[in-house]
């Protein structure tokens, strides 16, 4: 339902100003977004963002469109159940690596398999910021700037990416906050496909992360075309340094869908019970 | 052979065997048949901890007048088998009076229930099963127990046909043959049992978790997402196609942080939305019942009780999640909490349960539990209530639209994605009017207000309470245990006592006043319920509800409360 002509990419923006540290990457991520959606053409009023908590979770109150800032890590579960209630609607949920991969953990694994037809933007910056600089699932084993984990985490990453697919996600994909043409074509493929889009985004913080400042040089896009075969997607995402950006696998698969299909009154299901 | 009570005049049989034996199938027709002939009746079942081939007992009691509870004692226990029966000695009171129905065959009656005293009626039942081809001992047993409580041949017959319609032509005409060659070896009817005087039209055979089903259902419930729990899982597996036929759906989450989280999703989106779990479940599910209140987006959670705390005991009943239904939440977070009072009050709690919760917008907490939900009834079909309250969604906002507009009523016009104009993001933070997140004291009172305000002020009408009577001995109680009290009342009445009762439905937001004014006069209080830390009588204390002196009858799970020993606690010392 097309009822808005040529919307642009500062009609999604909201009038709400970011609680975000000079410098975030989520702010890139936020006018990428918002210019996806303006490519895509979409209502306002017909999307819908859905979150957890953290910094990037505060991301739906800065877009002019319905928004739904939850617990944490909950954002894939309420996004689920907006969608099997309203398919109509365009769904993407957001957050960031501690809200989707630690405390949301066992959603994104379900959310991967059950395959609802939405798009999830993990702004990654490997770390909690919002709870001023612990280490998340992403963090390095050995980082040694968090009070909570003085000898560092001690704990291998989490791998975002490989851990989608092995779940059974159609589409993943990985963008930079610091190349925004590159992130808004990504992000308009994942809102795109059919079927559950993962996008992790690589959203530097400058505030605990300031090590983040290297992502610059060490970001490389895909040197190759998105891959449908799981196999193949497979071996890069091993051989993968967690830096490579672009479409990292895209395969439509079956997709979650209620099979409501109203054909019978209450008053006739109530049958059964007479007797 | 008495019944059991001259009030409730009604005969009470217990079936038992081990896993495949047939306990609760035979059991099953029986109730039916019992129905067929014009009776009320109730079914309750009791299980072991196994998944398959544990023990189970189905007790049934039917008579002339409609049931809430099981009865003191039992006037025959049917043995199919006798391995593991002494776990239930204790649910199946026997004495004297009554009668055990069994086949030497399977072994002498086990000395805990040979102790009671019990008239010991042996019957080839084994015997009469292996001469029909493809006969079981169940469905002899069956037969015989109908003749014996002087059901007729042909009410059985229906209620076979209608248990087994499933299962096949075979297995039909087989079941048919035991049947009634158990009943000719039955011995004298005990005929306690008055003819049936009216027909049973219109009458249901309805289990408590069906009826809360059927509840969701009349509320305009068009999504539920849950996470399968016992005892609630046949809410959800009843609902499942159903919701499909009316256009919803079921979605089975990975967990209970999920299925509440989802149902607020979906509620989000303008579809009444709801989940069923039980203690643990219920526990999990606490910090997203809070954003939902915060929020205020409709959520309903019927919370099928079960013994507690931890695991507990999964498949009996306790009513023992009072507490964390009420208190449960952090912060100030003002919610519904209801308690059906009867397996066929289960349809109406319910549903008024989603109104309540989609018209305040705010959450609703269902408590039934075990002894509901796993038991059926028959009863008079549960009258469909008109004009259902409806959820206050902004169609056309004005350009000022404030999602949560301070209100005099307290409610605010909610808009669902879609809607043009009326875009805001709904906030688990504390907000202002507009739903942006504000920490400010100003804004933090005035919605605290607001949310308690639009409970508060709401016209809750009579349902807040079942009432009964007007004596001066008053028994206040909440959700199942509201039927062994009421047919408590009627023996005291019967025996010159006169006696009120206040069945409490709505136990949350509490109506005082009207309490206040059902207690007026009554010269002693006692308040029951099946728990051990007598949680109704130390909240209603809490909320100064209650006179001093008040007493309390408060006892766990898993045996349920009797009506006798309700009369014996409450007269013992008046």
């Given at each position: 339902?097309?009822?808005?002509?040529?919307?642009?990419?500062?009609?999604?923006?909201?009038?709400?100003?970011?609680?975000?540290?000079?410098?975030?990457?989520?702010?890139?991520?936020?006018?990428?977004?918002?210019?996806?959606?303006?490519?895509?053409?979409?209502?306002?009023?017909?999307?819908?963002?859905?979150?957890?908590?953290?910094?990037?979770?505060?991301?739906?109150?800065?877009?002019?469109?319905?928004?739904?800032?939850?617990?944490?890590?909950?954002?894939?579960?309420?996004?689920?159940?907006?969608?099997?209630?309203?398919?109509?609607?365009?769904?993407?949920?957001?957050?960031?690596?501690?809200?989707?991969?630690?405390?949301?953990?066992?959603?994104?694994?379900?959310?991967?398999?059950?395959?609802?037809?939405?798009?999830?933007?993990?702004?990654?910056?490997?770390?909690?910021?919002?709870?001023?600089?612990?280490?998340?699932?992403?963090?390095?084993?050995?980082?040694?700037?968090?009070?909570?984990?003085?000898?560092?985490?001690?704990?291998?990453?989490?791998?975002?990416?490989?851990?989608?697919?092995?779940?059974?996600?159609?589409?993943?994909?990985?963008?930079?906050?610091?190349?925004?043409?590159?992130?808004?074509?990504?992000?308009?493929?994942?809102?795109?496909?059919?079927?559950?889009?993962?996008?992790?985004?690589?959203?530097?913080?400058?505030?605990?992360?300031?090590?983040?400042?290297?992502?610059?040089?060490?970001?490389?896009?895909?040197?190759?075309?998105?891959?449908?075969?799981?196999?193949?997607?497979?071996?890069?995402?091993?051989?993968?340094?967690?830096?490579?950006?672009?479409?990292?696998?895209?395969?439509?698969?079956?997709?979650?869908?209620?099979?409501?299909?109203?054909?019978?009154?209450?008053?006739?299901?109530?049958?059964?019970?007479?007797? | 052979m008495n019944s059991d009570s001259s009030s409730a005049r009604a005969l009470s049989?217990?079936?038992?065997?081990?896993?495949?034996?047939?306990?609760?199938?035979?059991?099953?027709?029986?109730?039916?048949?019992?129905?067929?002939?014009?009776?009320?009746?109730?079914?309750?079942?009791?299980?072991?901890?196994?998944?398959?081939?544990?023990?189970?007992?189905?007790?049934?009691r039917?008579g002339m007048q409609?049931l809430?509870?099981?009865g003191d004692r039992?006037d025959?226990?049917?043995?199919?088998?006798?391995?593991?029966?002494?776990?239930?000695?204790?649910?199946?009171?026997?004495?004297?009076e009554?009668?055990?129905?069994?086949?030497?065959?399977?072994?002498?009656?086990?000395?805990?229930?040979?102790?009671?005293?019990?008239?010991?009626?042996?019957?080839?039942?084994?015997?009469?099963?292996?001469?029909?081809?493809?006969?079981?001992?169940?469905?002899?047993?069956?037969?015989?127990?109908?003749?014996?409580?002087?059901?007729?041949?042909?009410?059985?017959?229906?209620?076979?046909?209608?248990?087994?319609?499933?299962?096949?032509?075979?297995?039909?005409?087989?079941?048919?043959?035991?049947?009634?060659?158990?009943?000719?070896?039955?011995?004298?009817?005990?005929?306690a049992l008055p003819?049936?005087?009216?027909?049973?039209?219109?009458?249901?055979?309805?289990?408590?978790?069906?009826?809360?089903?059927?509840?969701?259902?009349?509320?305009?419930?068009?999504?539920?997402?849950?996470?399968?729990?016992?005892?609630?899982?046949?809410?959800?597996?009843?609902?499942?196609?159903?919701?499909?036929?009316?256009?919803?759906?079921?979605?089975?989450?990975?967990?209970?942080?999920?299925?509440?989280?989802?149902?607020?999703?979906?509620?989000?989106?303008?579809?009444?939305?709801?989940?069923?779990?039980?203690?643990?479940?219920?526990?999990?599910?606490?910090?997203?019942?809070?954003?939902?209140?915060?929020?205020?987006?409709?959520?309903?959670?019927?919370?099928?009780?079960?013994?507690?705390?931890?695991?507990?005991?999964?498949?009996?009943?306790?009513?023992?999640?009072?507490?964390?239904?009420?208190?449960?939440?952090?912060?100030?977070?003002?919610?519904?909490?209801?308690?059906?009072?009867?397996?066929?009050?289960?349809?109406?709690?319910?549903?008024?349960?989603?109104?309540?919760?989609?018209?305040?917008?705010?959450?609703?907490?269902?408590?039934?539990?075990?002894?509901?939900?796993?038991?059926?009834?028959?009863?008079?079909?549960?009258?469909?209530?008109?004009?259902?309250?409806?959820?206050?969604?902004?169609?056309?906002?004005?350009?000022?639209?404030?999602?949560?507009?301070?209100?005099?009523?307290?409610?605010?016009?909610?808009?669902?994605?879609?809607?043009?104009?009326?875009?805001?993001?709904?906030?688990?933070?504390?907000?202002?009017?507009?739903?942006?997140?504000?920490?400010?004291?100003?804004?933090?009172?005035?919605?605290?207000?607001?949310?308690?305000?639009?409970?508060?002020?709401?016209?809750?009408?009579?349902?807040?309470?079942?009432?009964?009577?007007?004596?001066?001995?008053?028994?206040?109680?909440?959700?199942?245990?509201?039927?062994?009290?009421?047919e408590a009342a009627g023996r005291l009445e019967a025996g010159g006592v006169?006696?009120?009762?206040?069945?409490?439905?709505?136990?949350?937001?509490?109506?005082?006043?009207?309490?206040?004014?059902?207690?007026?006069?009554?010269?002693?209080?006692?308040?029951?319920?099946?728990?051990?830390?007598?949680?109704?009588?130390?909240?209603?204390?809490?909320?100064?509800?209650?006179?001093?002196?008040?007493?309390?009858?408060?006892?766990?799970?898993?045996?349920?409360?009797?009506p006798g020993?309700?009369v014996?606690?409450?007269?013992?010392?008046?």
């Amino acid at each position: 339902m097309m009822t808005v002509a040529a919307l642009r990419a500062k009609d999604y923006k909201s009038d709400i100003k970011p609680v975000w540290c000079p410098g975030c990457g989520d702010f890139a991520v936020l006018s990428a977004l918002t210019k996806a959606l303006a490519h895509l053409e979409l209502p306002k009023e017909r999307a819908a963002l859905i979150s957890g908590i953290g910094c990037s979770s505060r991301l739906p109150a800065y877009i002019n469109a319905y928004g739904f800032h939850g617990v944490h890590g909950r954002a894939l579960a309420a996004a689920s159940g907006l969608k099997a209630a309203r398919p109509d609607l365009t769904v993407l949920a957001v957050g960031g690596d501690g809200d989707g991969f630690s405390i949301g953990g066992n959603h994104f694994l379900h959310a991967c398999r059950r395959n609802m037809d939405m798009t999830y933007i993990v702004m990654d910056n490997e770390v909690y910021g919002m709870t001023k600089g612990q280490a998340s699932p992403t963090t390095g084993p050995d980082w040694m700037d968090s009070k909570m984990t003085p000898h560092g985490p001690g704990v291998r990453r989490f791998q975002p990416a490989a851990i989608a697919l092995a779940a059974g996600a159609g589409f993943i994909a990985r963008g930079f906050s610091g190349d925004p043409s590159g992130l808004t074509r990504i992000l308009a493929a994942a809102i795109e496909y059919p079927g559950f889009a993962f996008v992790q985004v690589l959203s530097p913080c400058p505030t605990f992360r300031p090590d983040h400042r290297d992502w610059k040089e060490q970001v490389h896009g895909l040197e190759a075309e998105p891959t449908g075969n799981a196999v193949e997607a497979a071996r890069i995402l091993q051989a993968d340094d967690g830096m490579t950006t672009g479409i990292l696998y895209a395969e439509e698969l079956p997709v979650w869908q209620p099979r409501n299909q109203a054909s019978a009154s209450i008053t006739e299901i109530e049958e059964e019970f007479r007797l | 052979m008495n019944s059991d009570s001259s009030s409730a005049r009604a005969l009470s049989v217990a079936i038992t065997g081990s896993g495949g034996s047939g306990a609760v199938t035979a059991g099953l027709i029986l109730l039916e048949a019992a129905a067929r002939a014009g009776c009320y009746g109730l079914l309750t079942r009791s299980s072991g901890p196994q998944i398959r081939g544990g023990e189970s007992a189905a007790m049934v009691r039917f008579g002339m007048q409609p049931l809430g509870c099981m009865g003191d004692r039992f006037d025959l226990l049917v043995g199919l088998d006798w391995l593991n029966v002494n776990r239930f000695a204790d649910e199946i009171p026997l004495d004297g009076e009554g009668v055990i129905l069994f086949d030497p065959g399977v072994g002498a009656v086990p000395p805990a229930l040979a102790g009671s005293g019990a008239r010991q009626v042996p019957l080839p039942l084994k015997e009469q099963a292996a001469a029909i081809d493809g006969g079981r001992l169940n469905m002899v047993a069956l037969g015989a127990v109908g003749a014996i409580c002087g059901l007729p041949r042909e009410a059985l017959a229906a209620g076979v046909e209608r248990v087994l319609a499933d299962k096949g032509g075979g297995v039909l005409k087989a079941s048919l043959a035991c049947v009634a060659a158990g009943y000719g070896l039955a011995p004298e009817p005990f005929a306690a049992l008055p003819a049936p005087a009216g027909g049973t039209d219109g009458r249901w055979n309805i289990g408590g978790n069906e009826a809360c089903g059927v509840g969701a259902l009349r509320g305009g419930v068009r999504f539920v997402a849950a996470y399968p729990i016992t005892p609630a899982s046949e809410m959800l597996e009843w609902l499942a196609p159903r919701l499909e036929q009316v256009g919803g759906s079921l979605l089975q989450a990975e967990d209970e942080l999920a299925s509440i989280n989802m149902i607020i999703g979906a509620s989000f989106g303008g579809v009444p939305s709801l989940t069923a779990t039980s203690g643990p479940g219920l526990s999990l599910m606490l910090e997203g019942l809070g954003l939902a209140v915060a929020s205020e987006i409709p959520a309903v959670v019927v919370n099928v009780m079960r013994g507690g705390p931890s695991t507990g005991i999964p498949t009996k009943s306790e009513q023992s999640d009072l507490n964390i239904a009420l208190h449960g939440m952090h912060g100030d977070a003002p919610h519904l909490v209801l308690a059906p009072l009867s397996i066929r009050d289960c349809v109406f709690t319910t549903q008024w349960a989603v109104e309540l919760a989609e018209h305040l917008q705010t959450v609703a907490l269902v408590l039934s539990d075990q002894s509901l939900g796993q038991s059926r009834v028959i009863t008079e079909a549960p009258v469909r209530t008109p004009a259902p309250l409806a959820r206050r969604v902004e169609e056309e906002p004005e350009d000022d639209y404030r999602r949560y507009a301070l209100t005099a009523d307290g409610i605010s016009p909610m808009t669902l994605p879609g809607i043009p104009g009326g875009i805001y993001t709904a906030d688990g933070l504390e907000h202002n009017e507009r739903g942006t997140p504000s920490s400010q004291a100003a804004d933090h009172q005035a919605q605290l207000d607001k949310r308690l305000r639009k409970l508060e002020a709401f016209d809750y009408g009579p349902a807040w309470a079942e009432q009964h009577g007007a004596g001066p001995l008053a028994i206040v109680t909440w959700g199942s245990t509201a039927g062994a009290v009421l047919e408590a009342a009627g023996r005291l009445e019967a025996g010159g006592v006169p006696v009120r009762v206040i069945a409490l439905r709505l136990l949350a937001p509490l109506r005082r006043a009207a309490l206040a004014e059902a207690l007026g006069g009554a010269e002693s209080v006692w308040v029951v319920e099946q728990n051990h830390g007598a949680q109704l009588f130390r909240y209603l204390h809490a909320e100064q509800a209650l006179p001093a002196g008040a007493r309390s009858l408060a006892r766990p799970g898993p045996l349920p409360l009797r009506p006798g020993e309700i009369v014996d606690a409450v007269t013992a010392t008046t």
